[in-house]
C-alpha cells in the first residue's frame, strides 16, 4: 500500500530537507557553511541586486549572519577553500565540487548543440575558428572576462547585447572547456578547468549519463524530501524522458519510496522511509531563488501560496512589487514584502507588505521584524523604513520600534 502524506506532514518534510528544521546555535565556520550548500546541492546565481544577490541569501535565511567571505572562498578562491564551482546546476548555479562529474554529460550535449540556447548553439556551429582564438587567449592570459577580449566591440541589439567574445566564451563555458575562476564585481572571469579544479577531480574516470543522471535525481530527492518526478526533474534541469527512466531505476532499486501527498493529483516521491519532524519552528525571508520555491507549482501545492517574478512586469501592472520575498513562519508563507536595500541611505525599505490569508499574529509580526533588523545589520544597513501604508506596515512598525 502507498503511504499517504497529510500536506502539513509534506511541508515539514520539505522545510526539514531544505535546513530549516533547527535553528542555527552560536558562531559558525566554512564547514558549515559548506554542510548547508551541501544539502540544497545548488545555489542559483542571478544578476539582481535589489536587496543582494541571490546566492547569498539561502545561507542567511537558514543560517542567519554569515560572513559573506566565506561563500566567497568557498567559490572563487584559488586555494584550498574553493569547495564549489559555477555550472548550469538549476540555471547558472554555485555546486559542491562533487557534483562537477556529475554534469559532464551535460557539457557533452552542450557540445552537441543539445540543451543549451538555440543561439548559443548555433553560434558553437558557425564561429569555431572564433572560439578557437579566444580559447587560445585564455590560454595564454589566463582568467579573462568578455570585456578584455572585445577590443572595445560592444554587442548591438544581438542576443542581450553579448558581443561575438562574449559568445564564445560562454559556449566555452557550457561545454566545459573554461570554467569561472572568479569574479570581478558580477563579471565572470573564465580560466581553464585545469588551472582552477582539482587535479583528482578531473581526473576521475568518467560516469555514463545514467548513471550521473541517477545520482542527479537522487540528490534532488534528498533536497526536497517530497516531491513529485516533474519536481525532482526540475531541481537539476533534467529532461523529461531522462528523468522518467531514472526514477523508474531508483524505485526498483528501493532508493526512493513513492507516497501520496493529500491534495496532489501526480505520485510524490521520498528518498527512503519518510522521517517526519513534530514540527518547523522557524522564521525567514525568502530569496525569490531560494531552492524551497523555485519551483512555483510546487511552492503553491505546498504552501497554497503563488509566486510569480514582477521584475520584468510593467510597474502599472505589479501586483505585489518589484523584488518580492516570501516570509515563511510557522510552516507556511505567511506574508510578501517587496523589498530594496537603499545603500546611499543605509537603509532597508519595505515598499509593501502583504499578508496571508489569515494573516499574522503578534508572534509572527515580531519574528518578521527580527528578520529585518537582522538582514539590514547583515547587508551594513543602519536602519529598517515602512513606505507601506497598509494596516500590516503599522503594526508591524510598532513592532520594529
Not at 531544505?18 to 540544497?40: S, T, V, W
Not at 572560439?131 to 579573462?144: D, H, M, N, P, Y
Not at 510593467?314 to 512589487?321: A, D, E, L, M, S
Request: aromatic residues 8%; positive net charge.
Amino acid at each position: 500500500m502507498t503511504p499517504t502524506l497529510s500536506l502539513a506532514q509534506a511541508r515539514r518534510l520539505a522545510l526539514s530537507a531544505q535546513g530549516f528544521a533547527r535553528a542555527p546555535r552560536g558562531e559558525f565556520r566554512h564547514r558549515q557553511l559548506l554542510a548547508q550548500i551541501d544539502r540544497l546541492g545548488a545555489l542559483q546565481i542571478d544578476s539582481v541586486n535589489a536587496v543582494v544577490r541571490s546566492h547569498y541569501l539561502p545561507l542567511f535565511s537558514r543560517l542567519g549572519p554569515y560572513d559573506q567571505t566565506l561563500l566567497e572562498q568557498a567559490a572563487w578562491s584559488q586555494g584550498r577553500h574553493r569547495s564549489l564551482f559555477e555550472y548550469w546546476g538549476h540555471e547558472a548555479s554555485l555546486l559542491p565540487l562533487e557534483l562537477y562529474p556529475l554534469l559532464r554529460w551535460r557539457m557533452q550535449r552542450a557540445r552537441n548543440g543539445e540543451g543549451i540556447y538555440k543561439q548559443l548553439a548555433l553560434f558553437g556551429r558557425e564561429q569555431q575558428p572564433l572560439i578557437r582564438q579566444v580559447l587560445q587567449a585564455v590560454r595564454e592570459q589566463g582568467a579573462l572576462g568578455a570585456g578584455s577580449l572585445n577590443q572595445g566591440r560592444m554587442g548591438k541589439g544581438g542576443w542581450w547585447g553579448w558581443s561575438a567574445e562574449k559568445h564564445a566564451l560562454e559556449w566555452l563555458f557550457a561545454v566545459g572547456e573554461v570554467t569561472v575562476a572568479g569574479r570581478r564585481g558580477f563579471e565572470r572571469l573564465y580560466d581553464l578547468p585545469e588551472r582552477v579544479l582539482p587535479a583528482d577531480l578531473l581526473e576521475r574516470p568518467e560516469l555514463d549519463e545514467t548513471q550521473a543522471q541517477r545520482q542527479l535525481l537522487r540528490r534532488a530527492a534528498q533536497a526536497l524530501g517530497v516531491a513529485t518526478e516533474k519536481d525532482l526533474r526540475d531541481y537539476f534541469r533534467l529532461d523529461a524522458a531522462d528523468s522518467q527512466a531514472r526514477l523508474a531505476e531508483l524505485l526498483e532499486a528501493g532508493e526512493v519510496l513513492r507516497v501520496q501527498v493529500q491534495g496532489w493529483a501526480q505520485p510524490a516521491y521520498c528518498p527512503g522511509e519518510p522521517k517526519i519532524p513534530r514540527k518547523v519552528e522557524v522564521s525567514a525571508l525568502l530569496s525569490p531563488f531560494d531552492s524551497l520555491i523555485w519551483e512555483r507549482a510546487r511552492t503553491e501545492r505546498l504552501f497554497d501560496f503563488r509566486y510569480r517574478l514582477e521584475i520584468y512586469t510593467p510597474q502599472h501592472k505589479r501586483v505585489y512589487g518589484y523584488y518580492v520575498l516570501p516570509f515563511l513562519h510557522a510552516e507556511r508563507l505567511a506574508a510578501r514584502l517587496d523589498l530594496r536595500a537603499e545603500r546611499a541611505q543605509r537603509r532597508l525599505t519595505v515598499h509593501a507588505l502583504h499578508e496571508e490569508t489569515p494573516g499574522l499574529d503578534e508572534q509572527g509580526l515580531l519574528a518578521l521584524a527580527q528578520n529585518l533588523r537582522a538582514l539590514a545589520s547583515w547587508l551594513g544597513l543602519e536602519q529598517v523604513q515602512l513606505n507601506c501604508p497598509s494596516t500590516a506596515a503599522a503594526r508591524l512598525r510598532a513592532n520594529l520600534a
